[in-house]
């Protein structure tokens, strides 16, 4: 699925009351919130015996998702620039690949 396709068509769910401001903040706390419930998932796999519950797991990764497209609706951007200016940004940092190296010792970044 495009990327774009899937933030156009997300929107179509999105709360029309909000206002612009709102849509960010509203994406900001979720893409927290549905992080937290993904984190917990993988903590009670961890720590509290219990199996790794994927289908839960996928479904919190998809409002992941939702949220993160909402914050690029707020915005006002594709999402698909957002992974873009990601991608940019590790390959500037490890132009070759991974480095423990690279990555303990970062340098400022634009």
Known sequence: ??????????????NPALTEKDVLMNAL?????ESGEAIDLMKKHLYQGHDLDRVKLIKELGDIAWYLAEAATGLNIDLSEILQKNLDKLH????EGFSTEKSMHREAEA
């Open 1 to 14: 699925m495009n990327v774009n396709v899937y933030q156009k068509e997300a929107m179509t769910l999105l």
């Open 29 to 33: 706390m979720g893409l927290c919130g």
């Open 92 to 95: 500037a940092r490890y132009p």
